[in-house]
Structure formats: structure tokens, C-alpha cells
């Protein structure tokens, strides 16, 4: 199993562009999230997905769009990018929310926004 | 709103035994984990206490106190491979995970 991958691993992006963070995992995981990582603040939960259909925001999901139109995917889109997403975003997944406790995470796509 | 508090960092010497802390105040309890990332990577599951006591899992080890709102992990026998971060993090319902910012923890030979 490859678990969680994330693509691409760097990006560069000017103000205003948008663009797609991709995630897949190939473990039939139900739950799947989107996080991001700012220095001295953690894991801030952006959006998440109980399963195929649906999704529901985080804490901080200004700014972001998310679809999960199968299992296995979950892309995160910046709909105009800004200097303040210049951050490290991991994507993560658990068999179920009963699981939610224990997360497979990414590799992580290091953003920058100029 | 969610708070979890936990040191910024700690030092120590290869064989030592370090505690890491976290004091949560939190809308919704269910648990508490901890996770370790290396350098920036991605992060991994260490533990999980749902109910008071001590979790023990190899060198590391993890206790909860829930009338306290107070966690720690414990690692002994400490290795120059556990220089890493560790992240308490509170299930705080059946779809969120809320982290603390994170406590390095540096091993010195």
C-alpha cells in the first residue's frame, strides 16, 4: 500500500492564482482531512469527509473548497490564492470517525504565495 | 473554542526520561493522542487515552487525566532517533481532531 500521497510535494503561486492540492489514499478509508501548518500554531483543520459525498468545514476553511467524489480522493482547492495560505498542508485519513483518533497522514505540499 | 497547552521544548540527554504535558480545555472530550513528526514530515501516531490511566507502548508511554483535563507522554530510554516534535491532539467529537502547537524535544549525546 502507498497510504496517503500528496501531490505536488512544493508550489509556488503568485496572489490571485488558483490551483488544486491533490490527495489520494489507497487504504478504503472513510474519513479523510485536510490540514494546515503554520509555525508555533500546529494542525489547524481546514475541511473533512466522512465518505464518499460529503464533506463539512474545519476551523479554518476560508479560502479552500473541497470535493470527495470517491473514496480514494480528496482535493483541496484555493480558489485565489493569498500570502497569508502560505503554509504546509497535510492531508490524512482514518478507517472511520470511530478511528478518528489515529490519522495516516501525507507527506505534506509545502505552499508558498507570493 | 478549543486550548491545548503544551511546552514549546525540552532538552535532554540520550538515556534520559522526558515528560511532555498538555492541559486541554476543550467544547467536547473523547480522547486524547499523541503524535511525532520528524523535521517538517509527515506527522505519525504514537497513542490514545480514552479513559484515565497509563498506555504503555514499548519506550513510550502515555496517561490521562480526565477530571484534571491532563495528559502526558513519557519517553524513556531516550534515543538521538526521538529528537522530533510531539503533538497532543483532543478528539473533541466524532469528526474533529483539535492539536496543540507542538512541543521539540532535542536529544544531546
Known amino acids: 500500500n502507498a497510504g496517503v500521497t500528496q501531490t505536488p510535494k512544493f508550489q509556488v503561486l503568485k496572489t490571485g492564482q488558483s490551483m488544486t492540492l491533490q490527495c489520494a489514499q489507497d487504504?478504503?478509508?472513510?474519513?479523510m482531512s485536510w490540514y494546515r501548518q503554520d509555525p508555533g500554531m500546529g494542525l489547524r483543520l481546514i475541511h473533512y469527509s466522512v465518505g464518499a459525498g460529503i464533506t463539512d468545514q474545519g476551523e479554518v476553511p476560508n479560502g479552500y473548497n473541497v470535493s470527495r467524489s470517491t473514496t480514494e480522493d480528496f482535493p483541496l482547492r484555493l480558489l485565489s490564492a493569498a500570502p497569508s495560505q502560505t503554509s504546509v498542508y497535510f492531508c490524512a485519513s482514518s478507517y472511520g470517525t470511530g478511528d478518528l483518533y489515529e490519522q495516516y497522514f501525507g507527506p505534506g505540499t509545502r505552499l508558498t504565495v507570493t | 473554542g478549543q486550548s491545548l497547552e503544551q511546552p514549546s521544548e525540552v532538552t535532554a540527554v540520550e538515556g534520559a526520561i522526558v515528560q511532555i504535558n498538555c492541559t486541554y480545555q476543550t467544547s467536547g472530550f473523547y480522547g486524547l493522542s499523541w503524535y511525532q513528526q520528524h523535521d517538517g514530515g509527515a506527522p505519525t501516531f504514537l497513542s490514545y487515552?480514552?479513559?484515565?490511566g497509563l498506555e504503555e507502548t514499548g519506550r513510550f508511554s502515555s496517561f490521562l487525566s480526565r477530571s484534571d483535563s491532563y495528559g502526558y507522554l513519557l519517553l524513556q530510554e531516550l534515543q538521538m532517533k526521538d529528537s522530533a516534535s510531539y503533538f497532543c491532539?483532543?478528539?473533541?467529537?466524532?469528526?474533529?481532531?483539535?492539536f496543540g502547537a507542538g512541543t521539540t524535544v532535542t536529544v544531546r549525546a
Open positions: 487504504m478504503n478509508h472513510e474519513y
Open positions: 491532539a483532543v478528539r473533541v467529537n466524532d469528526y474533529k481532531l483539535s
Open positions: 487515552n480514552a479513559l484515565d
